[in-house]
């Protein structure tokens, strides 16, 4: 069994696309996407209708919930108005269709591959949403909120790359698949044959990073300079 993960999208179609095809090219079996498909990027209609469209398996992120269940405390502490009139933008270009499909997304999906069980989500709950802080990623605040009791935990939202499999639970990231700031897009793939030691590798995602910016002007998204200097600073 071969799954191919990615996270983090936020709405960069020509990312997605990429990431898709060589996944694809790699002979994954299951495509699996760690959540954030929305916000950020100029894409958010477009993006949900390819995950939708091509079956790629995903969970909720914070930006979905942020849309089903409304602003986290939190979020709205710290929000100000162009980050206000962003999400605002974002769930502006959603149709009925798009945002029943968000709705219905779960927190948690668990895979068995090979001999090991594998928990998919894109960050952990706090109050039965995802929480949109961040934690040490050190083994013990790992352990500590996502428990134990998996072969696999594999989780998004940090945009970094992580593969630790000291022991049981092997805990890991395939970073953003979307967005720059961080090491670059990247993807992951699990190799888990029946019977032999599961395999992670971390792969690079190149795609047409023009098109996604020109897009952000064009379509006037909100904050759109300060998402090229935060996001894409480096291209």
């Given at each position: 069994?071969?799954?191919?993960l ?22 994954c079996d ?7 498909a929305?916000?950020?990027?100029p ?9 939708r ?5 995903s969970?909720?992120?914070?930006h ?9 405390t939190?979020?709205?502490q710290r ?30 999906l668990?895979?068995?591959?090979g ?14 949403r ?13 352990e ?6 998996y072969?696999?935990?594999?989780f ?10 000291e ?6 990231n ?5 967005l ?16 032999h ?29 300060f ?8 291209i």
């Amino acid at each position: 069994m071969r799954i191919g993960l990615l996270s983090d999208i936020h709405a960069n179609l020509p990312a997605l696309e990429a990431a898709f095809e060589k996944l694809i090219s790699e002979g994954c079996d299951i495509i699996v996407h760690l959540g954030d498909a929305i916000a950020i990027g100029p894409f958010p209609a477009e993006t949900v209708q390819f995950l939708r469209d091509h079956d790629i398996r995903s969970t909720a992120g914070n930006h979905e919930d942020d849309l089903v269940l409304g602003f986290s405390t939190t979020l709205e502490q710290r929000m100000g108005q162009g980050e206000r009139e962003h999400y605002l933008w974002t769930h502006e270009q959603l149709s009925a269709a798009e945002v029943e499909f968000i709705a219905q997304l779960p927190h948690r999906l668990d895979l068995s591959t090979g001999d090991s069980r594998v928990r998919c989500e894109h960050y952990y709950l706090s109050d039965d949403r995802v929480a949109d802080s961040h934690i040490d990623l050190g083994r013990p605040s790992l352990e500590r909120v996502f428990g134990t009791e998996y072969e696999i935990m594999a989780f998004g939202h940090t945009h970094r790359t992580l593969i630790d499999r000291e022991k049981h639970p092997c805990f890991i990231n395939p970073g953003s698949a979307g967005l720059h700031h961080i090491g670059g897009p990247s993807i992951m793939i699990i190799d888990a044959p029946v019977g032999h030691e599961v395999d992670f590798r971390i792969l690079p995602v190149e795609y047409n990073h023009r098109l996604m910016l020109s897009e952000l002007k064009r379509r006037a998204v909100p904050d759109h300079g300060f998402i090229r200097e935060t996001f894409f600073g480096d291209i």
